[in-house]
Nanobody, 119 residues
Framework: QVQLVESGGGLVQPGGSLKLSCAAS????????MGWYRQDPGKQRELVAG???????TYADSVKGRFTITRDNGKNTVYLQMNSLKPEDTAVYYC?????????????WGQGTQVTVSS
């Protein structure tokens, strides 16, 4: 079965850094676009960063210049390097894998990892 397992979350002070990892299994990793989303209680889940199968990246305006998404197809893993963290970055961060085959979209989610930015 498909599994996306996030790790690397935790408590960090404002201005600090964290690196999230998402290890995928049960999928042909290099055929999936990967993304990191986050969600605060009571708010909609939002896209933080995405990386295509070809390595093209996209970022939410709020994290541009601070976060970097990368992927290692040999390790079936996607990363999110988060620098200069702010309290408003506090959320549960989710990994997403997505591809479209013919007209059918296949999408999977991880269980989420909590990031808390606080002094």
């Amino acid at each position: 079965q498909v599994q996306l397992v996030e790790s690397g979350g935790g408590l960090v002070q404002p201005g600090g850094s964290l690196k999230l990892s998402c290890a995928a299994s049960g999928i042909i990793f290099n055929t999936y676009h990967m993304g990191w989303y986050r969600q605060d209680p009571g708010k909609q889940r939002e896209l933080v960063a995405g990386i295509t199968t070809g390595g093209t990246t996209t970022y939410a305006d709020s994290v541009k210049g601070r976060f970097t998404i990368t992927r290692d197809n040999g390790k079936n893993t996607v990363y999110l390097q988060m620098n200069s963290l702010k309290p408003e970055d506090t959320a549960v961060y989710y990994c997403n894998a997505r591809r479209t085959v013919s007209v059918r979209t296949q999408a999977y989610w991880g269980q989420g990892t909590q990031v808390t930015v606080s002094s």
